[in-house]
């Protein structure tokens, strides 16, 4: 940003902007407290709007909600599938827009290309195929458990990297991280086949419906792999690590770095805001996510996410307005904080890629 | 050389890292296309039967020519335009004199074609109303037309048959001028070339539609008209107000820290739950939020949502439907909510584009005497339009997809109220319904409309888009 200057002279134009600003401003939380104001109202009040504020504010409409089929469960089905849709998105989008940015390889305009055309295809493209995939009508599911376990290996092989190789350096020790790496990887990729072997042993922890799913239908997974590879987080990451200079890189290969050593040690700790930013958008992403879960999650036994859950509340209680507005403030609040906690980054590294 | 370039050579390293991304993206959302494809020439309901050829296409279009005839109208119109504002030494002679030859040439084809239909669609008439799906059609089209009428028709029908022909005959005829050695052609040959097939293609255009409308499936083609009207109503007035947003925002003044987080606030919320809040304000109920605002000004209280009164009904009193009656109230509402939700977010982007506007430019604007207005059309728009069009890509994109909030509001009247289904919760319903070739077979026709609207942006203004996109 380079209006920096915070001026205390006052000028004839802002009042102006005061005005737009204080309306704009007015008219973005006016829901917000519209909502606020509902979930605390009793049946009469939301129903009749006798008043605008409630006479006493009932908490009983947030128990109603969460009371209401297993609100808690859908939180925890949320935080899982927002979790390890967050994480796996920003490790794989951060390492693929460091490649489009920096590294040389051949095919790197084609896969560009392939990159630009995924932005453009829209979610009632895919929803019918994917859906079918995952039914496994177009190929085994067997696959797909590959897929997602080579995934699983790949992130836990990065991150024992990145651990050690942090650790390595704060305490300057001379550690040989990537023999540690390959026995942690094989360690860890042995447990799960472990797991997936003798799973009874186990107990409930991984049962037989959990993993190796015969269908990806209510799993957790389904819900999760689709959301992870995303263009749009590719490009801005691209467009953040193509702003750091290449003297740095020169530098780093002197001392004889390669290029994840150099990706792990400098570019991660100068981008903070890069990825903060992006992970509080694939959060928003994944958190919203509603199609998909809908048409995933059926019959017996379905994962019901936040949002799919405030669905089936609407639906049940429909005359009953408070308790649904209760359940919104509930799916809304975590956003709110997780916003809340990257504001000031998230709006200037939004603004940087627009212009580049 | 590092161990990963020693064993596989000097361009893995590039791909190791962009691989695991990449594969992800290649399997969920590049493969997913094909097998669309694949899925929209089969009877798929819900598992694989026979195989169907094009016939959900067939469905949704109609027949094959007006479909086909849709997509080159289409495409003839973006080049119609695009002809129209290309200087006379942007491209070279000959390749620009062989380009007027061949659009016109197909400007030709096409208006033989659009008479055909026309003179077909005349002759169809009395049979119309043997086909259950056209009754409608009929009723509203033809409801009052009485023996002389058909007669005027048939008038119209002689003299459309003339006028396709020497439409025909002109664009061959020109087609022949332009390339014959002629000197430089000035620009207004462009110009006209380009008027005349802008002219014409919105002319078949209208046509393929209509005949679209009578054999294809009305309920899909409706949904694209919503699609069409939720997008470009949401686009434009979110890129409007993000403006207005910006300039207020331009200046560092007390407190815009906190304007910032609440105008950005609402791009961030998760849309299902603001969704269901709006639906609760734009209830039809006097109680509403907003109809007890519009009873402080003494307006009567309105269906919002569930409002299927066409725009141009509800405010000018014509009763037109399709595409000439515009949007809904209902939809109307919906696009409220896409402006109230990315207004902030077009804002952030277009200030960032205003800032990174050099200020000396308007000190030397100001310095030869230009007023405000002035430096804002000749130097702040001018720099601010790559902005502006990654602005309109990225949300026409974005809105062709809209789903949650559109759904949400779409079941909070029921269901009942047709003109709030876009062409996703279309999609999703045929999907739900089971039918997955034919949900299918829509994916892929949406998929080539965006294709067509993104080249069209592209070829229309993105000579002026950073080249660094």
Redesign the interface.
């Given at each position: 940003m380079s209006n920096t200057e915070t001026s205390d002279r006052f000028e004839s134009g802002d009042i102006l902007r005061y005005a737009i600003l204080g309306l704009a401003g007015f008219l973005s939380l006016v829901p917000f407290v519209y909502m606020l104001l509902l979930s605390g109202m009793n049946q009469y009040e939301a129903i009749n709007a006798s008043t605008w504020i409630p006479k006493t504010f009932l908490f009983e409409n947030f128990e109603t909600a969460w009371a209401y089929g297993k609100f808690w469960l859908y939180a925890i089905n949320t935080v899982v599938v927002t979790l390890f849709s967050t994480l796996g998105q920003v490790v794989f989008c951060a390492l693929a827009g460091y490649a489009f940015a920096s590294i040389p390889f051949k095919g790197k305009r084609m896969a560009f290309l392939l990159l630009l055309i995924t932005l453009m295809v829209p979610e009632a493209v895919l929803i019918t195929p994917t859906f079918t995939v995952i039914k496994g009508q177009i190929f085994g599911i067997a696959i797909l458990n590959i897929l997602t376990l080579t995934l699983i290996a790949t992130a836990a092989t990065l991150l024992l990297y990145a651990v050690l190789s942090v650790y390595a350096t704060v305490t300057a020790r001379q550690i040989p991280v990537w023999p540690l790496t390959f026995v942690g990887l094989v360690a860890f990729v042995g447990m799960l086949l472990l797991a997936g072997v003798v799973n009874r042993d186990f107990g409930g922890v991984l049962s037989e419906e959990l993993w190796p799913p015969k269908t990806l239908l209510n799993t957790y997974q389904v819900m999760i792999l689709p959301i992870i590879g995303n263009a749009y987080s590719i490009f801005l990451f691209r467009q953040f690590f193509i702003q750091l200079p290449d003297e740095l890189w020169q530098a780093a290969r002197l001392e004889g770095a390669n290029h994840l050593q150099y990706f792990v040690r400098v570019v991660v700790p100068l981008s903070v805001p890069a990825f903060s930013t992006i992970g509080v958008l694939a959060f928003i992403w994944s958190w919203n996510s509603y199609a998909w879960p809908i048409l995933t999650q059926t019959g017996a036994d379905p994962k019901f996410t936040l949002s799919v859950g405030l669905r089936e509340l609407s639906d049940d209680y429909i005359g009953h307005i408070p308790a649904q507005m209760a359940g919104a403030v509930i799916v809304v609040l975590p956003v709110m904080v997780a916003y809340s906690m990257a504001v000031r980054q998230f709006t200037q590294s939004l603004a940087r890629v627009g212009i580049k | 050389m590092?161990?990963?370039?020693r064993v596989f050579g000097r361009?893995?390293?590039?791909?190791w890292?962009?691989?695991?991304?990449?594969?992800?993206?290649?399997?969920?959302?590049?493969?997913?296309?094909i097998?669309?494809g694949f899925?929209s020439v089969h009877r798929?309901k819900p598992?694989?039967d026979r195989y169907l050829g094009l016939q959900h296409y067939t469905d949704l279009l109609g027949e094959w020519g007006p479909g086909i005839l849709f997509f080159v109208c289409l495409s003839l119109l973006i080049a119609g335009v695009w002809l129209f504002g290309q200087p006379a030494k942007a491209l070279s002679e000959r390749f620009r004199r062989w380009l007027i030859a061949v659009i016109l040439m197909i400007g030709g084809g096409a208006s033989l074609w659009a008479r055909n239909f026309l003179l077909d669609a005349i002759a169809l008439f009395p049979t119309l109303t043997e086909k259950r799906e056209i009754r409608d059609f009929k009723r509203s089209t033809f409801e009052n037309w009485r023996g002389e009428e058909v007669e005027q028709m048939t008038l119209v029908a002689g003299s459309a048959n003339q006028f396709g022909l020497y439409a025909a005959l002109f664009f061959v005829a020109a087609a022949l001028v332009a390339l014959l050695p002629w000197g430089r052609l000035p620009r207004w040959c462009n110009r006209l070339a380009g008027a005349a097939i802008v002219l014409l293609a919105s002319v078949a255009l209208a046509l393929a539609w209509q005949r679209m409308l009578i054999a294809g499936s009305n309920d899909f083609l409706a949904s694209l008209i919503n699609t069409l009207f939720y997008s470009v109503g949401t686009v434009f007035t979110q890129i409007m107000?993000g403006l207005?947003?910006a300039?207020?925002?331009?200046?560092?003044?007390?407190g815009?820290?906190?304007?910032?987080?609440?105008?950005?606030?609402?791009y961030?919320?998760?849309?299902?739950?603001?969704a269901?809040?709006?639906s609760?304000?734009f209830r039809e109920?006097s109680?509403?939020?907003m109809n007890?605002i519009l009873d402080i000004f003494g307006v009567e209280p309105m269906k919002w949502l569930s409002n299927e009164t066409p725009i141009m009904q509800a405010w000018f009193g014509l009763e037109w439907a399709g595409l000439a009656g515009g949007p809904t109230i209902g939809l109307i509402t919906v696009i409220f909510f896409g402006v109230?939700s990315y207004?902030?977010?077009n804002?952030?982007?277009?200030?960032?584009?205003l800032?990174?506007i050099p200020k000396d430019l308007y000190e030397a604007a100001e310095i030869d005497g230009a007023s405000r207005w002035q430096a804002f059309t000749k130097i702040t728009l001018p720099l601010l339009s790559?902005?502006i069009f990654?602005?309109a890509l990225?949300g026409l994109?974005g809105t062709?997809?809209a789903?949650?909030h559109t759904?949400?509001m779409f079941?909070?009247t029921g269901g009942r109220n047709e003109s709030l289904v876009v062409?996703?919760i279309f999609?999703?319903q045929e999907?739900?319904s089971g039918d997955?070739g034919a949900?299918?077979s829509?994916?892929?026709l949406?998929?080539f409309l965006?294709?067509l609207i993104?080249a069209a942006q592209f070829i229309l203004a993105g000579r002026r888009l950073?080249s660094?996109?």
């Amino acid at each position: 940003m380079s209006n920096t200057e915070t001026s205390d002279r006052f000028e004839s134009g802002d009042i102006l902007r005061y005005a737009i600003l204080g309306l704009a401003g007015f008219l973005s939380l006016v829901p917000f407290v519209y909502m606020l104001l509902l979930s605390g109202m009793n049946q009469y009040e939301a129903i009749n709007a006798s008043t605008w504020i409630p006479k006493t504010f009932l908490f009983e409409n947030f128990e109603t909600a969460w009371a209401y089929g297993k609100f808690w469960l859908y939180a925890i089905n949320t935080v899982v599938v927002t979790l390890f849709s967050t994480l796996g998105q920003v490790v794989f989008c951060a390492l693929a827009g460091y490649a489009f940015a920096s590294i040389p390889f051949k095919g790197k305009r084609m896969a560009f290309l392939l990159l630009l055309i995924t932005l453009m295809v829209p979610e009632a493209v895919l929803i019918t195929p994917t859906f079918t995939v995952i039914k496994g009508q177009i190929f085994g599911i067997a696959i797909l458990n590959i897929l997602t376990l080579t995934l699983i290996a790949t992130a836990a092989t990065l991150l024992l990297y990145a651990v050690l190789s942090v650790y390595a350096t704060v305490t300057a020790r001379q550690i040989p991280v990537w023999p540690l790496t390959f026995v942690g990887l094989v360690a860890f990729v042995g447990m799960l086949l472990l797991a997936g072997v003798v799973n009874r042993d186990f107990g409930g922890v991984l049962s037989e419906e959990l993993w190796p799913p015969k269908t990806l239908l209510n799993t957790y997974q389904v819900m999760i792999l689709p959301i992870i590879g995303n263009a749009y987080s590719i490009f801005l990451f691209r467009q953040f690590f193509i702003q750091l200079p290449d003297e740095l890189w020169q530098a780093a290969r002197l001392e004889g770095a390669n290029h994840l050593q150099y990706f792990v040690r400098v570019v991660v700790p100068l981008s903070v805001p890069a990825f903060s930013t992006i992970g509080v958008l694939a959060f928003i992403w994944s958190w919203n996510s509603y199609a998909w879960p809908i048409l995933t999650q059926t019959g017996a036994d379905p994962k019901f996410t936040l949002s799919v859950g405030l669905r089936e509340l609407s639906d049940d209680y429909i005359g009953h307005i408070p308790a649904q507005m209760a359940g919104a403030v509930i799916v809304v609040l975590p956003v709110m904080v997780a916003y809340s906690m990257a504001v000031r980054q998230f709006t200037q590294s939004l603004a940087r890629v627009g212009i580049k | 050389m590092s161990l990963v370039e020693r064993v596989f050579g000097r361009h893995a390293v590039g791909w190791w890292f962009a691989g695991p991304g990449l594969l992800m993206l290649v399997t969920w959302q590049i493969a997913p296309i094909i097998i669309a494809g694949f899925m929209s020439v089969h009877r798929w309901k819900p598992i694989r039967d026979r195989y169907l050829g094009l016939q959900h296409y067939t469905d949704l279009l109609g027949e094959w020519g007006p479909g086909i005839l849709f997509f080159v109208c289409l495409s003839l119109l973006i080049a119609g335009v695009w002809l129209f504002g290309q200087p006379a030494k942007a491209l070279s002679e000959r390749f620009r004199r062989w380009l007027i030859a061949v659009i016109l040439m197909i400007g030709g084809g096409a208006s033989l074609w659009a008479r055909n239909f026309l003179l077909d669609a005349i002759a169809l008439f009395p049979t119309l109303t043997e086909k259950r799906e056209i009754r409608d059609f009929k009723r509203s089209t033809f409801e009052n037309w009485r023996g002389e009428e058909v007669e005027q028709m048939t008038l119209v029908a002689g003299s459309a048959n003339q006028f396709g022909l020497y439409a025909a005959l002109f664009f061959v005829a020109a087609a022949l001028v332009a390339l014959l050695p002629w000197g430089r052609l000035p620009r207004w040959c462009n110009r006209l070339a380009g008027a005349a097939i802008v002219l014409l293609a919105s002319v078949a255009l209208a046509l393929a539609w209509q005949r679209m409308l009578i054999a294809g499936s009305n309920d899909f083609l409706a949904s694209l008209i919503n699609t069409l009207f939720y997008s470009v109503g949401t686009v434009f007035t979110q890129i409007m107000i993000g403006l207005i947003i910006a300039f207020g925002l331009y200046r560092r003044i007390r407190g815009d820290g906190l304007f910032r987080y609440l105008i950005f606030l609402p791009y961030i919320t998760p849309a299902v739950a603001m969704a269901t809040v709006f639906s609760v304000i734009f209830r039809e109920r006097s109680s509403g939020l907003m109809n007890r605002i519009l009873d402080i000004f003494g307006v009567e209280p309105m269906k919002w949502l569930s409002n299927e009164t066409p725009i141009m009904q509800a405010w000018f009193g014509l009763e037109w439907a399709g595409l000439a009656g515009g949007p809904t109230i209902g939809l109307i509402t919906v696009i409220f909510f896409g402006v109230w939700s990315y207004a902030g977010y077009n804002a952030v982007i277009l200030l960032a584009g205003l800032t990174s506007i050099p200020k000396d430019l308007y000190e030397a604007a100001e310095i030869d005497g230009a007023s405000r207005w002035q430096a804002f059309t000749k130097i702040t728009l001018p720099l601010l339009s790559p902005v502006i069009f990654f602005l309109a890509l990225t949300g026409l994109i974005g809105t062709f997809q809209a789903f949650n909030h559109t759904f949400v509001m779409f079941e909070q009247t029921g269901g009942r109220n047709e003109s709030l289904v876009v062409a996703s919760i279309f999609v999703f319903q045929e999907l739900r319904s089971g039918d997955f070739g034919a949900a299918a077979s829509m994916g892929v026709l949406l998929f080539f409309l965006i294709l067509l609207i993104t080249a069209a942006q592209f070829i229309l203004a993105g000579r002026r888009l950073n080249s660094d996109l």
